[in-house]
């Protein structure tokens, strides 16, 4: 016997030895799968991160923190934001002013999470805000939801900048982002954990990798955030960059804040995972100009068909039928005014073999001097259920897709922070459409609210939600996905053996 095949053994024995209850033995296939199918329970732990917002003194930041309510959830639990330390990110262009001591801020969380079914807001101004950790347990965890939204009056990325929080993970890809002149791109890092962490930094562009020793190894400090500028990571000019965040050891959270001089800025979120099939849902109706950035991270060119889900079906962009994308390197392809007046959201597939790709898009609203932009990185499904925070009466707009079939949703709007009655509404789509839906809102609203997006029946739904700044004068927005929120777990069932333990 192989030595391979006898270290899987004792693997095997040893892990039904410590957990009591597996059976190492072969499924007998004389009679009918009668073994029970998956439970699906509630989550008893969620990290949430959220990077400092913003350097500029005229900042003004709200924070919004919901759980919705879900079924067997543990109705004991909570959840607390606690300020980052400051990272030393000075040899790579950071913002970190490497004392690793707290801001001052941290001593009072800026906003203190409430019970399930009840939304919380704070607000902060300036520029010292720090980069927030934040971990839900119990009945707090499933489903927990942080809006970190900030309204820049002037300067460079003036405008909307809105970001959702998000859980640490090993790897991301970000789209979209650049070193043109009158752009300034941050990747910011936090780490939750009491450990530090270490993460490679790599750039795509048009031809290929950007040669840089500058994010090799980079080490961010337990609890702590670091925020690197991306054109001192390389010297190169580049409209569209693609860049790639590996992390050797822990976890992080991780986005990349562009600002731009023209036309205001936002944050870019991490795209959905490689995959052949891709869909950026709802691109606002007007926006002005669309601009498609793609990455493919394998050795083998991409070739895929464009089309777009409207109101009515799917539509092909004319002269954007197909795009190709070469093995390596970044792609960005001028959509223009793709949308026409009309819900949209970008539904791509493969022409012929199937080659996975990240993709975003960047999107401008407004002409001239009044011109903002904002991101959509390709997103995974609602799946069961999805929420979107910090929503402002007469400034949301939801959007819901369905690319592949028809599709039933629940959408439920909750209380206000300072006021008003939960209200929801059903809605049903067409298979290949896209709608901007007329979304509930809370009877008698005050302050901001939560919308919970739940897929009843029918195919995979992609969603967004569109949020409008107050400043009439500039086109602010900002574009949040609503990608499954992950609250539950599928948690195999399994009989006892206690004979293992007499082996």
């Not at 971990?135 to 909307?160: C, D, I, K, M, N």
Request: hydrophobic share 35%; proline share 7%.
């Amino acid at each position: 016997m192989k030595r391979t095949t006898l270290s899987l053994i004792a693997c095997a024995t040893a892990l039904a030895a410590v957990t009591g209850f597996a059976a190492v033995s072969a499924p007998d296939d004389s009679g009918p799968d009668t073994a029970a199918p998956a439970a699906r329970l509630p989550v008893e732990r969620t990290s949430l991160l959220c990077p400092a917002p913003s350097t500029s003194d005229l900042a003004e930041t709200a924070y919004t923190s919901f759980t919705p309510v879900t079924k067997g959830a543990d109705e004991k639990g909570g959840a607390a934001l606690v300020a980052a330390e400051s990272g030393d990110a000075t040899e790579a262009g950071g913002k970190g002013d490497g004392k690793g001591d707290k801001d001052e801020k941290a001593e009072k969380p800026v906003v203190q999470p409430k019970a399930p079914g009840t939304p919380v807001a704070g607000k902060t101004t300036g520029a010292d805000t720090p980069a927030l950790i934040g971990t839900a347990e119990g009945g707090s965890a499933p489903g927990w939801t942080v809006q970190q939204t900030t309204e820049v009056a002037a300067g460079t990325g003036r405008g909307l900048q809105g970001v959702n929080c998000t859980a640490p993970d090993t790897e991301f890809w970000f789209p979209g982002a650049s070193t043109a002149t009158g752009r300034t791109d941050y990747v910011h890092l936090t780490n939750p954990d009491d450990s530090a962490a270490v993460v490679d930094i790599e750039l795509y562009g048009k031809d290929g990798a950007l040669k840089s020793t500058v994010g090799e190894g980079v080490t961010v400090p337990p609890h702590a955030t670091e925020s690197l500028l991306l054109s001192t990571l390389s010297d190169v000019k580049q409209t569209d960059l693609t860049v790639h965040v590996g992390v050797r050891s822990g976890r992080l959270g991780a986005a990349v804040q562009a600002l731009d001089d023209k036309t205001g800025g936002d944050w870019l979120t991490a795209a959905a995972d490689p995959a052949s099939d891709l869909v950026v849902p709802g691109i606002p109706k007007d926006a002005t100009a669309v601009r498609l950035v793609l990455f493919t991270p394998g050795g083998t060119d991409a070739d895929l068909k464009v089309r777009l889900a409207s109101p009515t079906g799917l539509i092909t962009p004319a002269g954007h039928e197909t795009v190709h994308v070469k093995a390596g390197m970044t792609t960005g392809v001028d959509l223009g005014e793709v949308t026409r007046g009309e819900a949209g959201s970008l539904v791509l597939t493969p022409t012929d073999r199937s080659v996975p790709v990240v993709a975003a898009v960047r999107v401008v609203r407004g002409k001239g001097d009044e011109q903002e932009s904002a991101f959509i990185p390709a997103s995974d499904p609602v799946g069961a259920r999805a929420t979107a925070a910090d929503n402002r009466a007469k400034s949301t707009t939801l959007a819901l897709s369905a690319p592949d079939g028809a599709a039933k949703v629940k959408v439920t709007a909750s209380a206000g922070t300072e006021g008003g009655t939960t209200a929801t509404k059903t809605y049903t789509l067409k298979a290949g459409t896209t709608q901007n839906v007329d979304a509930p809102v809370p009877a008698g609203l005050k302050g901001s609210y939560a919308l919970t997006v739940e897929t009843v029946s029918g195919g995979p739904v992609y969603a967004s939600r569109t949020l409008t700044g107050s400043d009439d004068d500039v086109a602010s927005f900002t574009v949040q996905t609503l990608p499954d929120d992950r609250g539950t777990v599928s948690v195999p069932n399994a009989d006892e053996d206690l004979s293992v333990l007499q082996k």
